[in-house]
Nanobody, 116 residues
Framework: QVQLVESGGGLVQPGGSLRLSCVASGFTFNIYGMSWYRQAPGKERELVAAIAAAGGSTVYAASVKGRFTISRDNGKQVMYLQMNSLKPEDTAVYYC?????????WGQGTQVTVSS
C-alpha cells in the first residue's frame, strides 16, 4: 500500500533552516509528481511546493519562493524540502502529498515551529 512518511521537522529560530524528507513506498515513485503542503492552526491546508516526476519542473507558493527548495531522489524514493530563512509565519504541520490516478495520499505530517 502507498505510504508517505515525513521527517525533519522541529523547533528553529527565525532565520534558521530545516530540511524535510518524505520517504515514499508502495507505488512507482518516479512517474508521479509530488508536493508539499502545510497547515497552520486555524488555517486551511495550502500548497507549499510541487515537483514533477522527473524533477525538472517545480512550483512554489509566493510566500516561500526564494527561501524553500523542493527536490527529489527517485533512486531512493525520497522527496525533500529545504527551508531557509524561516519565519514565524512558516510555523505549521508540513505534509507530503501524492496524487495517484484519482486518489490523493497524505503523510502523517511533521511539525515545524519557528520561534525565538
Amino acid at each position: 500500500q502507498v505510504q508517505l512518511v515525513e521527517s525533519g521537522g522541529g523547533l528553529v529560530q527565525p532565520g534558521g533552516s530545516l530540511r524535510l524528507s518524505c520517504v515514499a513506498s508502495g507505488f512507482t515513485f518516479n512517474i508521479y509528481g509530488m508536493s508539499w503542503y502545510r497547515q497552520a492552526p486555524g488555517k486551511e491546508r495550502e500548497l507549499v511546493a510541487a515537483i514533477a516526476a522527473a524533477g525538472g519542473s517545480t512550483v512554489y507558493a509566493a510566500s516561500v519562493k526564494g527561501r524553500f527548495t523542493i527536490s527529489r531522489d527517485n533512486g531512493k524514493q525520497v522527496m525533500y524540502l529545504q527551508m531557509n530563512s524561516l519565519k514565524p509565519e512558516d510555523t505549521a504541520v508540513y505534509y507530503c502529498r501524492a496524487q495517484i490516478s484519482r486518489t490523493t495520499y497524505w503523510g502523517q505530517g511533521t511539525q515545524v515551529t519557528v520561534s525565538s
